[in-house]
């Protein structure tokens, strides 16, 4: 498992970064949850980091 911690920007956060994390099998698991390439409200994102769980 993953602990995949990004930050992203959307038409909710008046150009203010929000941070979120996941733990998942990969970092592609991650994307699709939180729709990060999908979703038309989100316009700005980045994985700040990402490291193995048990």
């Given at each position: 498992?993953?602990?995949?911690?990004?930050?992203?920007?959307?038409?909710?956060?008046?150009?203010?970064w929000?941070?979120?994390?996941?733990?998942?099998?990969n970092?592609?698991?991650?994307?699709?949850i939180?729709?990060?390439?999908?979703?038309?409200?989100?316009?700005?994102?980045?994985?700040?980091?990402?490291?193995?769980?048990?």
């Amino acid at each position: 498992m993953k602990k995949i911690v990004f930050r992203y920007k959307d038409q909710y956060s008046h150009g203010q970064w929000n941070i979120q994390e996941c733990i998942v099998e990969n970092r592609e698991e991650c994307i699709e949850i939180y729709g990060l390439k999908k979703d038309p409200n989100v316009y700005d994102w980045e994985i700040i980091s990402e490291e193995e769980v048990k």
